[in-house]
C-alpha cells in the first residue's frame, strides 16, 4: 500500500458539479474523482513543461548561516575565486548573490571584480 496523505480541498459549486457528474465513472466517491484528477495531471506528459516551470518559480531560501561559515572558510585560503565556481560553492544563484553582495561587501570585505569575487 502507497503512504497516503489527507487534506482538504475547497472547490467551487461549479467544480463540484463537475466532480459529482464524474462520481461512479472515474472514481466511487467524490475524494476518488479528485484523487484520480490530480494522478491523471501528474502523469500527463502534456503537463510536464509547465510543471518544470512552476518548480523552478519556487524560491528556495538558502541557510544564511551555512553561506556565512562557507565565505569565511573558502577565504582563509584564497584572496579570489571565479565568479561561477562561488556561487556553485555556495550553492546559490546570481540573483541571490547581487541581493547579499552588499551585505557581504561590508561584514567580509568581499567586492566582485568583472568575473572574480575577491577579498579587499
Request: glycine share 6%; aromatic share 8%.
Given at each position: 500500500m502507497t503512504d497516503t496523505e489527507?487534506?482538504?480541498?475547497?472547490?467551487?459549486?461549479?467544480?463540484?458539479?463537475?466532480?459529482?457528474?464524474?462520481?461512479?465513472?472515474?472514481?466511487?466517491?467524490?475524494?476518488?474523482?479528485?484523487?484520480?484528477?490530480v494522478h491523471h495531471f501528474?502523469?500527463?506528459?502534456?503537463?510536464f513543461a509547465l510543471l518544470r516551470e512552476l518548480r523552478s518559480r519556487k524560491k528556495i531560501k538558502p541557510d544564511n548561516i551555512l553561506i556565512e561559515k562557507k565565505i569565511v572558510d573558502l577565504f582563509k585560503g584564497a584572496k579570489s575565486i571565479q565568479l561561477n565556481d562561488f556561487l556553485e560553492y555556495l550553492k546559490i544563484n546570481k540573483e541571490y548573490f547581487f541581493e547579499m553582495l552588499r551585505e557581504w561587501r561590508d561584514k567580509f570585505n568581499l567586492e566582485l571584480d568583472y568575473d572574480k569575487v575577491k577579498i579587499i
Open positions: 489527507r487534506t482538504t480541498v475547497t472547490l467551487s459549486k461549479i467544480y463540484m458539479d463537475m466532480i459529482n457528474e464524474l462520481v461512479g465513472v472515474f472514481g466511487r466517491t467524490q475524494a476518488a474523482v479528485i484523487t484520480n484528477i501528474f502523469n500527463n506528459s502534456n503537463n
